[in-house]
């Protein structure tokens, strides 16, 4: 055997033990005996001059380099959109369907900082960061360091993988325990301080790693889906980390998403969140993206503070649409400035499947005034006791219906649907009666002062006064006044709070702003199922809920008495005068002589409307530098576009 063949066969040899122990973190050989290999393989490299292209000697950290290098990435690398409320994640997932029947994949959304590795001929050739998408900064010498990563492959062509380099937080640990005069904040800065640094050697002594998740670009095949591509990247000798859920459903996608809130508390890695994919590449074409983010994809970011608590008891709530939702006391614990001495469950299957009994140890989460949320068992201890699920409504009695894994109270004159359609009403977001609270509510309607929205209407002074003329406890002369006030107020509603007050089931926030643009209320009703099922947030579920609420006698009643008690919901009067009066605009791409939102700003005080993508209703297209796939959508639509050179012509018009 010649010097060449020795030290391929050492490369070989030495690459296996080390994907064996920093890949699969299941080595084979001790240390000392990788030592000794590697010692024969540096010497032989001395000795010949020689050194191949995958030798595990070029990962030591180099020279520093004066500055990085900008490169161009072969397929631009997006950015994700972020949800942080389950009405966001539920119009994503009403977008997708419209696209076709897609699965969806689960995965960590890793801290760190994202890395573009390139292939060729099956060698690796170049490390860059993300960038703003379209080109990044070369930190090869710094990637270099990472052993977590192939330099062969067997793939041929030319290849780009996305990964996430990140440092685990026991790394962390262990670094500032050896440096506490100068200790690393945490582990995303991290990780991208390491990757950014000048000096490969400091990148190296951070000992990072890299995770990864997708395939950026191939030249030659094509990966069908995100799960084809996570098996490529592990046959191929990538890190990847082993959760990785394929979801039929939306409702799968939020029990892998509660999956990971779980359980990120018990792993080595910095995360803040889940990403959602559409698995098929097809539907992913079909949906395109938009100039910053795929709209096959999302984050779901998680903000919200957790804490551990047990599970005294667990009691039954009725909501305003009837659903039976569990409720759980718990011990009092601190949560987001607040104590927090109840947490909700979404229904019996998720109580169920969480593990929840009464006894439990259990993580709850509190996001800014979202109510609490328990998030899964932790532990159970002795004598814990199961859940028992109700068979008749525990407020009226009714018979409850099982529909999927929700339990339903049919009865619409059941107490605390009504009380929650009227505090849903008053919030903040709909009819905003400020200081109607859901107490208040519900000591109105135990008298027999409010049982319908147009109730509140009717409200006089002496509806807070008792049999002897005197105000009930509690209600002082000004808060009577201050309540009544706030009533008058909100007969003057903005049409899509009006809409989302109404509690059609379905339509949030999202919803009801697009049904709003059509202008009326009276327009809304008109809407046929096909013209419902066009709308971007509306899906067949939601189309069928807007008709069934319409076609309704005494809804259509009660909005006739909304009418008449002087309820005037109206739409924000558009500039009717102005160069862009009419328009529907896009802006697309960058533009060098203002921001975006400036640009935005400037087309609506011209009378214009801008939207976020294109669309039948777009009429012109303004495309600054680098603009991305809204162009061709924009042509195919035969919809005008101008640069930005017009554009600034029009503003001056």
Same mark, same amino acid.
């Given at each position: 055997?010649?010097?060449?063949? /020795?030290?391929? $066969? ?15 973190? $299941? ?67 009403? =977008? ?99 990757? =950014? ?8 002594? /951070? ?135 109840? @947490? ?8 169920? /499947? ?6 439990? =140890?259990?993580?709850?989460? =509190? ?121 008058? /107020? ?20 999202? &919803? ?30 939601? $189309? ?6 319409? @076609? ?12 008449? &008690? ?15 009066? !009419? ?39 303004? &495309?600054?530098?680098?603009? !991305? ?25």
């Amino acid at each position: 055997m010649n010097d060449t063949e /020795r030290m391929r $066969a050492l490369i070989e040899t030495l690459n296996r033990w080390a994907y064996e122990y920093y890949v699969l973190d $299941a080595p084979s050989v001790p240390d000392r005996e990788y030592d000794r290999l590697y010692d024969e393989l540096k010497e032989l490299e001395r000795e010949t001059g020689t050194v191949l292209a995958d030798s595990p000697t070029r990962r030591v950290g180099g020279e520093p380099v004066k500055g990085f290098e900008r490169h161009t990435h072969i397929s631009r690398l997006y950015s994700l959109d972020k949800a942080v409320s389950e009405d966001e994640l539920d119009a994503f997932f009403t =977008r997708v369907k419209k696209a076709g029947d897609a699965t969806y994949t689960v995965e960590y959304k890793y801290d760190g900082l994202t890395v573009c590795l390139t292939y060729e001929g099956g060698e690796f050739v170049r490390a860059t960061t993300r960038g703003n998408g379209v080109e990044g900064e070369d930190v090869t010498a710094q990637v270099l360091t990472v052993k977590s990563f192939p330099l062969k492959i067997s793939y041929r062509g030319v290849l780009e993988v996305r990964g996430e380099a990140v440092i685990r937080l026991s790394a962390l640990e262990k670094y500032n325990a050896a440096h506490p005069d100068d200790p690393l904040k945490n582990a995303r800065n991290a990780a991208a301080g390491a990757i =950014r640094n000048l000096d490969p050697k400091v990148t190296a002594t /951070r000992d990072p790693e890299i995770l990864f998740y997708d395939v950026n670009y191939m030249s030659e095949g094509e990966l069908p889906s995100q799960e084809e591509a996570q098996k490529f990247l592990r046959r191929e000798g990538f890190k990847l980390y082993p959760f990785f859920r394929i979801c039929p459903t939306p409702e799968a996608v939020k029990e892998a998403v509660d999956e990971i809130e779980v359980e990120r508390k018990h792993i080595d890695y910095l995360t803040d969140g889940a990403v959602i994919k559409v698995n098929e590449e097809a539907i992913r074409a079909d949906m395109g993206a938009t100039d910053k983010f795929p709209r096959w994809a999302i984050a779901y970011k998680f903000e919200a503070e957790e804490a551990e608590s047990s599970v005294k008891r667990v009691f039954w709530q009725v909501g305003r649409t009837g659903k039976l939702t569990p409720l759980a006391e718990i011990e009092p614990v601190e949560l987001a400035g607040a104590t927090v001495r109840r @947490a909700t469950l979404n229904n019996f299957g998720d109580l169920t /499947r969480k593990d929840v009994k009464v006894g439990s =140890r259990v993580l709850v989460r =509190r996001s800014n005034e979202v109510i609490p949320e328990i998030l899964g068992a932790v532990s159970h201890v002795d004598g814990a006791t199961p859940v028992e699920k109700p068979a008749v409504c525990p407020y009226c009695g009714s018979a409850v219906k099982e529909v999927g894994a929700n339990l339903f109270c049919p009865n619409e004159a059941c107490p605390p649907r009504v009380v929650q359609k009227l505090t849903h009403y008053c919030s903040k977001n709909a009819a905003d009666v400020d200081g109607m609270s859901e107490a208040t509510l519900q000591f109105l309607f135990e008298r027999g002062k409010v049982a319908r929205f147009s109730d509140l209407y009717r409200l006089t002074p002496e509806s807070f006064l008792d049999e002897l003329g005197k105000p009930f406890e509690g209600f002082g002369e000004k808060k009577i006044k201050n309540l009544l006030s706030a009533i008058e /107020r909100s007969k003057r509603i903005p049409l899509d709070r009006f809409l989302y007050a109404l509690g059609i089931e379905g339509i949030g926030r999202v &919803a009801a702003r697009d049904l709003a643009d059509l202008g009326s209320i009276e327009r809304v009703a008109a809407l046929t199922f096909e013209e419902l099922l066009a709308m971007e947030d509306v899906g067949e579920v939601t $189309a069928r809920s807007v008709l069934a609420y319409f @076609a309704d006698e005494e809804n259509r009643a009660e909005l006739a008495r909304l009418e008449k &008690a002087g309820v005037e919901p109206f739409v924000k009067e558009k500039i009717s005068v102005g160069v862009f009066a !009419g328009q529907s605009v896009v802006l697309t791409g960058t533009l060098t002589t203002m921001s975006r939102t400036e640009a935005q700003k400037r087309i609506e005080e011209l009378g214009g409307v801008c939207q976020s993508a294109v669309s039948q209703k777009t009429t012109l297209v303004i &495309a600054g530098e680098k603009a !991305g796939s809204k162009l061709q959508k924009a042509a195919s639509l035969g919809i005008p576009v101008v640069g930005e050179e017009e554009f600034l012509k029009m503003l001056n018009t």
